[in-house]
């Protein structure tokens, strides 16, 4: 059983939009931030964004600000990421995390407990 499942992934040229889902089945999800990586080929894993445990308060990478956003539903059982106006440097595979009883938004890998498999997003030119 997997306790974080991502979802949305796919193929889309430059400027097209995605979005992707990470489902929680872990009672914990709603205590704690959220946050969704990528790893590109070569590359090692950066942060893109994370919502804290009230879904107020987002941090975005400066990579991504003004194109994706994220959200959690009322819930907390789904965290979504909207990406807009999606470039070929995007490309990569995106997890989500979760650091539960926390606060705050943490942009480090090592800050989160939980990871999802990943679902991978191609941005062709």
């Known amino acids: 059983q997997e306790d974080l499942v991502e979802s949305g992934g796919g193929s889309v040229q430059a400027g097209g939009s995605l979005r992707l889902s990470c489902a929680a089945s872990?009672?914990?999800?709603?205590?704690?931030?959220v946050g969704w990586f990528r790893q590109g080929p070569g590359k090692d894993r950066e942060f893109v964004t994370g919502v804290s445990r009230s879904g107020g308060d987002t941090l975005y990478a400066d990579s991504v600000k003004g194109r994706f956003t994220i959200s959690r539903d009322p819930a907390k059982t789904t965290v979504f990421l909207q990406m807009n106006s999606l470039k070929p440097e995007d490309t990569a595979l995106y997890y989500c995390a979760l650091r539960p009883y926390y606060s705050g938004i943490p942009d480090r890998t090592s800050d989160y407990t939980y990871w999802g498999q990943g679902t991978q997003v191609t941005v062709s030119s």
């Open positions: 872990i009672s914990t999800f709603g205590t704690g931030a």
